[in-house]
């Protein structure tokens, strides 16, 4: 065997064993170092290219393999220096979120403090169609801070007033003055009963006062949930005769509202219809 192939043979042999045994690595690597940085101190062989090229290579290999050794010694020492540098990161961006959250908490706090006549503009444009014309109109604010509602309607022709605890619109025309039914619309909540009782109960009521249902239906305008109306008069009555017209909203929690509209058959081309245009605009402020 040639001193090249012998060379060729130990360089190869400590590449391989670099993969298994560190220490080994080291040494083996600090000999062939050695006998290219200090030719005087061991015996001296014919130098050819083949035993540069492979000088140049292990050189190239080993200061490659030191390298990452050095590295990762480094990058382990930080580590156990500042042992919660992590953590401490992924705190401060927990921490961002919770900021968010409280200042979103703050606004509703806010908005429950806040009266709802002080939420919502006092008074807006709206439009009402009456007899296939649509017509532009002034609209006032109403509330009802307890029960948490909204609702807006015509000055012109109507007065909000509060009587026992139910809310109600009631007309300001001159009607009182003839001999018509009253023209108004009640609004009450219902906290304990189903709306299939409720139903029942109108029913029983509207029966009891002489009247005969025209119409029950699900509906979703003016406002989504139950319609029952009714008249007075089994054959369809006159100008002057009674109309009920009821509308049972249900809630998420299992409350009612209930909408009474009261009015009569002359009155179907005015005080139903704004009547109607007034439930568009009910709405319930959950904070």
Known sequence: MTEDEKFIRELTG??????????????????????????????????????????ACSGIAVMTIIFFALVTDMFTDEIKMNPNQD????????????????TKQDHKETEKQQLLEERFPKEKQAEIEMEGDKYPITVHLATNE??????????????????????????????????????????????????????ENIKNGLNKEGF?????????????????????????????????????????????????????VEAFEGHAIRFNQMLESFQQIVD
Do not use: C
């Not at 045994?21 to 290219?49: G, V």
């Open 212 to 264: 005969f249902i025209l119409r029950e239906e699900k509906v979703e305008t003016p406002i989504d949930g139950y319609m029952i109306e009714a008249i007075q008069d089994e054959n369809g009555g006159v100008w002057n005769t009674a109309v009920h017209r009821y509308y049972i909203k249900s809630n998420k929690d299992g409350s009612l509202f209930v909408f009474k509209q009261m009015f009569f």
């Open 146 to 199: 307890e029960l948490r509602y909204i609702i807006y309607y015509d000055k012109a022709f109507y007065k909000f007033v509060s009587e026992a605890g139910i809310d109600r619109i009631v007309s300001i025309s001159d009607d009182h003055e003839l001999d018509v039914p009253e023209v108004a619309m009640e609004i009450k909540y219902i906290s304990e009963q189903t709306e299939t009782k409720v139903i």
């Open 14 to 55: 400590a590449l391989k064993n670099s993969t298994e045994e560190a220490t080994d690595l080291k040494e083996e690597t600090w000999k062939n170092i050695r006998s290219e940085l200090f030719p005087t101190q061991i015996k001296k062989r014919p130098f050819t290219w083949r035993k540069g090229i492979l000088a």
């Open 87 to 102: 953590s401490n990161d992924i705190d401060e961006v927990k921490d961002l979120p919770a900021q968010d959250n409280d």
